[in-house]
């Protein structure tokens, strides 16, 4: 199966929207094959329950989860030095800290998986001309060839305008997107639910079964690339 041409959709209302984005150097090539996954042991003591997993996008290439533990994450500060930076970094170390007890997670200064980006998002136009509503967050990913094995990297961006108590939730929020949940909840009391709300929830009982379903589900990442003939 080969990649379709490059595809923009977007997922997900208000302030939090997230954008599926297939590379253009995989294009056209032939992709590995379509296979479960060990589930991670940390997820395999989840419960299973109640879970959005139905709501969840597909892709070409199967579940966006990862195949090799554990998962590297980057805190890039974009050499911003003012006092908010720091109250920045605290929400996303508190929401790599939340989530890592599901996946385990590893903080590194080097290129990563998952990569955390203080930055603002460019306006956007809509069809008819009009700006887009301002995005606090958004969530990409891209994929590459690594010695003949397809993996995918995440880059979050998170604004640094922000109001401080969104800033942990969306932190929370774009995470979920980056570790699989490629999706919406549609109930306010999960974290992956698609607006921001007054209260921001924890990471609920419905957002782990969900992870947990996700790692259960197929992938072509991780696989080789079918050799050429
Ligand atoms: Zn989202």
Same mark, same amino acid.
């Given at each position: 199966m080969a990649l379709a041409t490059k595809r923009l959709l977007s997922?997900?209302?208000l302030t939090i929207l997230t954008v599926l984005m297939l590379s253009r150097p995989l294009m056209g090539q032939a992709l590995p094959e379509l296979k479960p996954q060990p589930l991670p042991a940390s997820l395999a003591q989840v419960a299973v329950g109640d879970d959005y997993a139905d709501r969840l996008q597909t892709t070409p290439v199967g579940a966006l989860l990862w195949t090799q533990?554990?998962? @590297?994450?980057?805190? /890039?500060l974009a050499d911003s030095t003012d006092a908010r930076a720091k109250v920045w970094q605290e929400a996303v170390t508190q929401a790599i800290s939340d989530w890592s007890g599901l996946i385990e997670l590893t903080q590194t200064t080097a290129a990563a998986d998952?990569?955390?980006?203080?930055?603002s998002l460019p306006l956007r136009r809509l069809a008819d001309g009009k700006?887009? #509503?301002?995005?606090?967050?958004?969530?990409?990913?891209?994929f590459y060839?690594? /010695?003949?094995?397809?993996?995918?990297?995440m880059v979050i961006t998170l604004s #640094?305008?922000?109001? /401080?108590? @969104?800033?942990?939730?969306?932190?929370?929020?774009?995470l979920g997107h980056a570790l699989g949940i490629w999706g919406h909840s549609d109930r306010p009391t999960d974290v992956m639910y698609s607006s921001q709300v007054a209260? #921001?929830?924890?990471?609920?009982?419905?957002d782990r079964a969900t992870l947990r379903k996700v790692y259960t589900q197929s992938t072509r990442l991780g696989g080789s690339f079918p050799k050429m003939p």
């Open positions: 997922i997900g209302i533990f554990p998962v @590297s994450v980057r805190i /890039d998952i990569t955390i980006r203080r930055a700006l887009a #509503p301002v995005r606090f967050a958004d969530t990409r990913f891209e060839n690594q /010695d003949g094995r397809l993996r995918h990297r #640094p305008t922000q109001a /401080d108590r @969104s800033l942990l939730s969306g932190a929370r929020h774009e209260q #921001p929830p924890q990471i609920s009982d419905r």
